[in-house]
C-alpha cells in the first residue's frame, strides 16, 4: 500500500484509499470535456457521456461504502 505525506496530511493510494478515488474522479472529470471536443454530438457521444457518469457514480459509492 503506498502512502504519501502531502504538507502534514496523509495520502493512501490504497485499494480502498481516498487518494485512488480522487484520482479517477479527476480523471472521469476530463475525459468528459475531452468526449465533447472531440466526438461529433449524437448517440455515440451521449452513450460515452452516460457511461462516464456510471463510472464515476459507481466509484463514489464504492467510496462511500467504506466509510
Known sequence: M???????ALVDFGPAG???MAVALAV???LPILA???????KFQTLTW?????F??????GWLHTR
Open 28 to 30: 472521469l472529470g476530463v
Open 18 to 20: 481516498s487518494g485512488r
Open 36 to 42: 465533447w471536443q472531440t466526438m461529433e454530438p449524437g
Open 2 to 8: 503506498l502512502q504519501l505525506k502531502d504538507r502534514g
Open 56 to 61: 464515476a457514480f459507481r466509484i463514489t459509492l
Open 50 to 54: 452516460i457511461l462516464l457518469g456510471f
